[in-house]
Each structure stands twice: as C-alpha cells, then as structure tokens.
C-alpha cells in the first residue's frame, strides 16, 4: 500500500475510532449517574406506595422470619451479605428513640408499610458498602424518627449479623430531593420519613444520617467473642 492510500485509509477511519472512544468514556461516565437516577426512582416509587390501594399488593408474597437477636457466637468484621427477598422481612431496626423494635422488610409495597418499615431495593442490605436506605410511616413505626438526636446508637440485626451505627446528622428534605437517598461512596444507614404536617404539606421529609461504626458477621470460624 502506497502512502497516499495510507494516509486515505487513517483519514477515513480516525473518526470512527476517536467515536469508539468517546463513547466508552461516556458509557462509563454514566454508570454512577445512572444508580443514582436509578436509586431516586426507586425511593420515590417507595412513597408513592404508602398509599396505595390494597389491590396493588395482589400477588405479594410475604415472608416473616425470626430474626436472630441474641446471637452469643463468634462474630467477625468481614462475612457474607445476604440478600433477602422481595417482600421478605430479614433485619430488625433498634434505636432508644424509636422505642420499639421496628421489622424491616426488603422492597416497597403497601402491605409491607403496614407491617413495617421498608428498605428500597436499589439500597444496600444492612452492613454493605454504600447506602442502606430505609422508610417507614411517619404515624406508626417512624412516629418518633424526629426524636432521633446526633450521637445515638443504631443498630441492625440479620440472620447473618449485627450491624451498629451512629446517627452522624438529622435531615430534612423534599421529596423530590435525592441527595439523601442515592448510591454513596461512604458506609450509612439513612432513616427517614414524612414530615408531620397539620397543613397537609406531602412534600417534605425528615430523618437521620447514620455511620456505620461495627460490623459482627456471625460465623463458626475464627472470630471474636460476641458481648
């Protein structure tokens, strides 16, 4: 091939290669937009069914289990995430001010408000890298969310592990608002739900930051003695 088909051949086919390029970039650009966006719908398609109809939940498949509560095995920092269900109650959630013990269940429906709080599938399970995102009725398990202060102590039991954190911040968002509710990069636990509101404002949200301070996997392993 003589140079001038050479240079023909590199002039027709740069375009074509610098698009390839580009294209990647993009692509990969837009992986954490994409779980944010993603993550965002997800939470606010959450809201939307705490006041569904019950025909909504036609088909929904409950699961209740017994959640492990006073594990006195060997316990671990490092272990194995286990993803639950959807519709499937796998932790429960502890803290002074919420004053009960409060089940969480994996997805979001109707029914599953009833029962308890409910944890957005585009978060991570209890104890994961990332956001683990939880709501729940401002009226019945989240009544006292808004008594929630910085410093306290929360904590999540698995079937797989115990998990504690410490509220870092208390929040107050719109609802339309996804800076709380997406992916992050930080290890948290955020708790949140609808502002009590005599005027009847929908809109507004409230709730806690939470970081993640321990993690005791349980295991038949080497490990520590779980207190």
Not at 84 to 112: H, I, N
Not at 143 to 160: C, H, I, P
Not at 163 to 177: G, P, S
């Amino acid at each position: 091939m003589d140079k001038k088909a050479k240079n023909r051949l590199i002039h027709i086919t740069t375009p074509f290669i610098l698009a390839l390029i580009c294209g990647s970039v993009t692509a990969g650009a837009m992986i954490k937009p994409y779980d944010k966006i993603s993550m965002y719908m997800n939470l606010a398609f959450m809201d939307e069914l705490k006041s569904s109809p019950e025909d909504a939940d036609s088909g929904l498949e409950i699961k209740d289990n017994d959640i492990i509560t006073d594990f006195s095995g060997l316990t671990s920092s490092k272990g194995e995430l286990i993803y639950p269900s959807f519709g499937e109650m796998y932790a429960m959630l502890d803290s002074k001010a919420l004053e009960t013990s409060v089940p969480v269940y994996w997805g979001s429906s109707s029914a599953l408000f009833d029962r308890g709080a409910c944890q957005s599938t585009g978060s991570v399970v209890a104890g994961g890298e990332g956001n683990t995102v939880i709501s729940a009725h401002v009226d019945t398990f989240f009544a006292s969310l808004d008594k929630m202060k910085e410093g306290e102590k929360v904590t999540l039991q698995t079937n797989y592990g115990e998990f504690t954190y410490v509220v870092k911040e208390t929040i107050k968002f719109n609802k339309k608002d996804g800076k709380y509710v997406s992916p992050t990069d930080d290890d948290r636990l955020t708790l949140y739900t609808c502002k009590k509101d005599i005027l009847g404002n929908m809109d507004e949200r409230i709730g806690v930051v939470c970081e993640l301070k321990e993690r005791k996997f349980y295991n038949s392993g080497e490990g520590e003695k779980h207190e």
